[in-house]
């Protein structure tokens, strides 16, 4: 499974947009990018996910370099209940197994 | 709210003991995993289970143990508990139309073990 890396921490204001970068420069090719979220004391919540193209869902939007070595995860207008630590998380297509890393602690201030 | 439950939320055990936690998968759901999360850390993955059976472990000792049940409802044992055992335990469950292999699972709000 590539190793992921994130930044530990990032602050975004309120209703504008917050990007959070991933590095996975040693992902193979069919391992897909997920992106998970934990909101204090709650369990991770799914996000998005991709492998090649770039995804769009009601949550957020992910971009995928063409090299497939970083993402990017766009919260398009961040509000304050998106304060969370976000996980990105690289998953080979054939286990379920996910492994998170210490993941980016988002703070939205108003 | 995902539809996965887990009890119970909180509990105190003391070294030595074992505890079992329970967990419920949301409806159409027949694979459920679980992970152990430390303060401060991302979640770890322990097992998972697909139809009842073991479906892949993570680096964890016997003693820690699962059952799933033919309602794919779910049980995570831990014997001899240690006090590194102290964590939040979350239970995932994903949907049979997803296969046991895909990764978007839906968590439980997790079930905080104390050891003392």
């Known amino acids: 499974d590539a190793k992921t890396t994130q930044p530990t921490s990032m602050d975004c204001a309120e209703g504008r947009a917050a990007n959070l970068p991933c590095n996975h420069s040693t992902i193979s090719g069919n391992e897909y990018v997920y992106w998970y979220r934990q909101i204090h004391s709650q369990g991770p919540q799914y996000i998005i996910h991709g492998l090649k193209n770039n995804e769009t869902n009601e949550m957020a939007s992910l971009i995928i370099t063409e090299d497939r070595k970083s993402s990017t995860l766009i919260l398009p207008h961040a509000t304050l209940r998106d304060t969370a630590v976000y996980y990105c998380?690289?998953?080979?297509?054939?286990?379920?197994?996910?492994?998170f890393g210490q993941g980016t602690t988002l703070q939205v201030k108003p | 709210e995902t539809g996965v439950t887990q009890s119970p939320t909180h509990l105190i055990k003391t070294r030595g003991q074992q505890v079992t936690l329970r967990c419920s998968s949301q409806s159409g759901h027949n694979t459920v995993s679980w992970y152990q999360q430390a303060l401060g850390q991302g979640p770890q993955f322990i097992f998972q289970?697909?139809?009842?059976?073991?479906?892949g472990r993570g680096n964890f000792p016997p003693r820690f143990s699962g059952l799933q049940f033919p309602n794919y409802s779910s049980e995570l044992n831990v014997n001899a508990l240690e006090l590194d055992d102290s964590a939040l335990y979350l239970c995932a469950s994903s949907p049979a139309s997803g296969g046991p292999n895909t990764g978007e699972l839906f968590f439980g709000e997790g079930s905080r073990l104390t050891v003392l």
């Open positions: 998380i690289a998953l080979a297509s054939n286990t379920g197994k996910l492994i």
């Open positions: 289970y697909y139809r009842e059976e073991e479906n």
